[in-house]
């Protein structure tokens, strides 16, 4: 996450929580309540100026400040009006808010907001005023009229809250975790999978299965292209080789296994993975990779092999190996299958 992605959010939350302090305040000059359109005319100053600080970047003071000012002034409200206007339920809704902005500043590498402390002084907090309420009463006794509104509205608006940083939270937990997951099973170079993935989705196959076919294939005289034209060139050519591999075989798990080999798993259709195969060595071999000028002609030489039956991981690729070497020794550029 970037910072100004950040400030984003922190001007459209203070924008809502601005908008509503504004909303309360209009209530309570219609109630007639002094104190707390006293209270909330401050309140709304303090957030109009936050939009200073956000754009400052003080996203950590801008935090403090906005817990702060929620717990002060959903007590001084409640206090004041009793625990039927509801406006002792933003309580609830701060504590996803305090563990989201956890999550932020962690991906920003800014200090940390302390959640877990500041979860349990709002509980803390919201027990000794919702105690002093149900103790004592309301400051104001305001009636019923609006009380269901003012229960309603809030009600909303913290399930709003609630939903909106769970939400958030979750998808940028997953978000993340795809993200690693995609570090570490694929290769940062070529963008194909890589050996420990293959290895893994080779072992969940049945060992009983011999339809599906297994193939290593190996570009030609890669150390002479690194030699010749420079290894920034090999990493162009493994790029366009791996990207023309997924072009042709769109049906297949393709792993870059170490080097200039790649491991290729193709589907239970062993004539259709079979021309599959012969397309991709053609169309590799019949285009030269353009590097800076230069035309590097490039083929493969590509081992194939199906499973025999109850044979291991290990044997099957031993298998294809012997095929490739087979390929190298009889003039490379080619594909072994009987």
């Known amino acids: 996450m970037k910072i100004e992605s950040a400030q984003k959010i922190a001007y459209v939350v203070n924008t809502v ?105 709002i509980a803390v907090f919201y027990l000794l005023f919702m105690g002093y309420v149900s103790r004592n009463g309301p400051v104001y006794d305001v009636g019923k009229k609006y009380a269901s509104f003012f229960l309603m509205f809030n009600s909303i608006t913290v399930f709003c809250y609630l939903v909106f940083y769970t939400n958030y939270l979750i998808q940028s937990i997953i978000k993340s975790e795809t993200k690693l997951l995609d570090i570490a099973h694929k290769d940062r ?21 011999t339809s599906e076919l297994l193939a290593i294939a190996d570009i030609d005289d890669f150390k002479k292209i690194n030699d010749t034209y420079g290894h920034n060139a090999g990493d162009e050519v493994l790029r366009v080789i791996s990207r023309k591999m997924r072009e042709s075989c769109t049906d297949c798990e393709i792993a870059r296994w170490g080097g200039e080999e790649f491991l290729i798993l193709c589907s239970d259709n062993k004539q259709d993975s079979l021309k599959l195969l012969e397309q991709m060595h053609t169309e590799i071999g019949s285009e030269p990779v353009i590097f800076e000028g230069n035309h590097i002609s490039v083929t493969l030489t590509v081992g194939v092999s199906h499973r025999e039956h109850g044979s291991s991981i290990d044997a099957w690729i031993h298998q294809i190996d012997k095929k490739l070497y087979i390929g190298k020794k009889n003039g490379k550029n080619q594909i072994v299958y009987q």
């Open 17 to 121: 929580m601005l908008s509503t302090i504004f909303g309360f305040l209009i209530f309570f000059i219609k109630m007639d309540i002094p104190f707390l359109v006293y209270f909330s005319i401050p309140t709304a100053v303090v957030y109009a100026m936050m939009y200073l600080m956000v754009y400052k970047k003080k996203l950590n003071l801008y935090l403090w400040i906005v817990y702060g000012g929620l717990i002060l002034y959903t007590s001084v409200t409640a206090v004041c009006l009793g625990e039927s206007y509801g406006f002792h339920l933003y309580c609830f809704s701060m504590i996803p808010c305090i563990y989201t902005t956890e999550y932020m500043s962690f991906k920003l590498g800014i200090k940390s907001s302390r959640s877990f402390y500041i979860s349990i002084g």
């Open 189 to 209: 170079l070529t963008g194909l999978y890589n050996r420990h993935y293959m290895l893994d989705k080779l072992s969940e196959l049945p060992a009983e299965n």
